[in-house]
């Protein structure tokens, strides 16, 4: 077994990255075609942080239970929504 813990801070930080780069297209006037990219883009990135948190609890003692049925819920609700309603919201913002 490798010494390595599974941390969720690099996909967060990405996920921010993400987002920024979604805003700031959003506010220069990017096709929507290309609006659509990356909102998909942080629809993954967002259940990439989710999974990563997921494998974090999984190496860290204790019950968490409650959490996993959580995170399993949220990554499923993303799975299931379409790039039109994660840009839906961004523009709302």
């Known amino acids: 077994m490798s ?3 599974p941390h969720f ?3 967060r930080e990405r996920l921010a990255r993400l987002e920024q780069d979604l805003l700031r297209s959003i ?3 990017t096709p929507h075609e290309r609006l659509l990219v990356l909102a998909d883009e942080v629809r993954h ?3 990439r942080a989710l ?3 997921y494998a974090h609890l999984e190496e860290t ?3 968490h239970g409650d959490r996993f049925a959580m995170i399993q819920q949220k990554v499923a609700a993303l799975e299931a929504v379409s ?3 994660i840009l839906a919201e ?3 913002a």
């Open 9 to 11: 801070t690099k996909k």
């Open 3 to 5: 010494n390595y813990v």
């Open 83 to 85: 790039s039109e309603t």
């Open 27 to 29: 506010h220069s006037g």
């Open 90 to 92: 961004y523009l709302a």
């Open 61 to 63: 003692p204790g019950d």
């Open 45 to 47: 990135g967002k259940i």
């Open 51 to 53: 999974r990563a948190e």
